[in-house]
């Protein structure tokens, strides 16, 4: 009887590589489609990068054609002068010195 089970156990197996064919076969569709799903996303991903980067062309192309017709543009910030110095009430310096030269007396006409 041990023998027959054996066989019989045996011969079941060896019609059984279908199943151990159709499993295998389910695992590499598993990876496939989750491989598959990561690439979907990042293409997703990559597809709303491209939208955004169409909407700022679009944007520029407006601002082109605002440009031809002679429209000033508006996105430019002004540039800032930069503040004038404040010249009254100050003394002026020496060159060579580093004295004041407020204090000297005018070259010319000498008063008696």
Same mark, same amino acid.
């Given at each position: 009887?041990?023998?027959?089970?054996?066989?019989?156990?045996?011969?079941?197996?060896?019609?059984? +590589?279908?199943?151990? $064919? &159709? #499993?295998?076969?389910? *695992?590499? @569709? =598993? %990876?496939? !489609?989750?491989? /598959?799903? +990561?690439?979907?996303? $990042? &293409? #997703?991903?990559?597809? *709303?990068? @491209? =939208? %955004?980067? !169409?909407?700022? /062309?679009?944007?520029?192309?407006?601002? &082109? #054609?605002?440009?031809? *017709?002679?429209?000033?543009?508006?996105?430019?910030?002004?540039?800032?002068?930069?503040?004038?110095?404040?010249?009254?009430?100050?003394?002026?310096?020496?060159?060579?010195?580093?004295?004041?030269?407020?204090?000297?007396?005018?070259?010319?006409?000498?008063?008696?």
């Amino acid at each position: 009887m041990k023998n027959w089970l054996k066989k019989a156990w045996n011969w079941l197996l060896n019609r059984t +590589t279908i199943d151990e $064919k &159709v #499993v295998e076969v389910v *695992k590499e @569709v =598993k %990876e496939d !489609v989750a491989e /598959v799903k +990561t690439r979907a996303k $990042k &293409v #997703v991903k990559e597809a *709303k990068e @491209v =939208k %955004e980067a !169409v909407q700022k /062309v679009v944007k520029e192309s407006k601002d &082109v #054609v605002d440009a031809a *017709k002679g429209k000033p543009t508006t996105k430019r910030k002004p540039r800032r002068k930069p503040a004038a110095k404040k010249t009254s009430g100050t003394k002026s310096v020496g060159k060579a010195t580093g004295k004041s030269t407020s204090g000297k007396k005018p070259v010319g006409k000498a008063k008696k």
